[in-house]
């Protein structure tokens, strides 16, 4: 009778063993996220400045509208426009009470006398770049006429003579170059906002020079101001129907 072969025990087969996987992230994993994380948000940031920006802008374009709606209310119920403040008059008209203007092209918008806001603690109309002294609005005014329009506007026949030129090239003191387009050479005020830089470039120099010449144009690298400005007829017209002239 053969001999029975021996049952072979059956050992387990044992797995190798794998190190444990630490928990959280490596430090090239970080790396990476970090890296995408700052991608991303550079992309945003530009867009969301860029946004800011042209907010401010525009705040800025709907306060000097305003403030020219202030000086055509203010010359239908006086008969005339107020002079500028001046850096010292806490924005009131410089003189108070109208008349010769003590600074006709470098004063501010007297937003004490036109009752207006946003001012600063001063009393000086803000565009919606900031709150120090070179966000102060400021406001040109014609003295043509004998500063008749400042005074007492009594007749459809005044030369206002506030030049806007499209561009500061060879600009002078009382006119716009002749290769330059004039976008009005009869302006009775003007309205400037410093924009954002306030760099005062050649062109910018233009609109704080101290004579009847300013410069407007869209915004670029080394131009930022925002202007507008008040036209005689539009002025005029506000006058004839408040009964102010004939």
Not at 4 to 33: C, D, H, W, Y
Not at 48 to 70: G, N, P, Y
Not at 170 to 179: K, L, T
Request: overall charge negative; glycine content about 6%.
């Amino acid at each position: 009778m053969p001999t029975p072969t021996p049952l072979t025990a059956t050992r387990p087969k044992l797995r190798p063993q794998r190190s444990p996987r630490p928990n959280g992230f490596s430090l090239i994993e970080m790396a990476i996220v970090l890296a995408i994380l700052g991608l991303l948000l550079g992309g945003l940031i530009l867009p969301l400045s860029a946004q800011i920006d042209q907010h401010h802008h525009a705040q800025t374009r709907k306060s000097l509208a305003e403030i020219q709606d202030a000086l055509l209310g203010f010359a239908t119920l006086n008969g005339r426009l107020p002079c500028p403040a001046s850096s010292t008059s806490n924005g009131v008209e410089d003189p108070a009470g109208g008349g010769v203007c003590n600074h006709p092209f470098d004063g501010f918008v007297p937003a004490v006398t036109l009752g207006i806001m946003p001012t600063d603690n001063s009393g000086y109309a803000l565009d919606a770049w900031g709150s120090g002294e070179n966000n102060r609005i400021r406001y040109a005014v014609t003295t043509a006429n004998s500063s008749a329009f400042t005074s007492a506007i009594n007749s459809l026949s005044l030369n206002p003579n506030l030049h806007l030129c499209a561009a500061a090239t060879s600009i002078s003191a009382s006119a716009c170059h002749a290769s330059v387009t004039t976008l009005s050479a009869s302006a009775v005020a003007v309205l400037i906002s410093s924009g954002k830089s306030n760099m005062a470039s050649d062109e910018e120099a233009a609109n704080r020079d101290n004579n009847i010449t300013f410069v407007s144009h869209e915004p670029t690298s080394q131009f930022d101001d925002q202007l507008t400005w008040l036209s005689y007829p539009l002025l005029a017209h506000e006058l004839v129907n408040s009964g102010k002239l004939p």
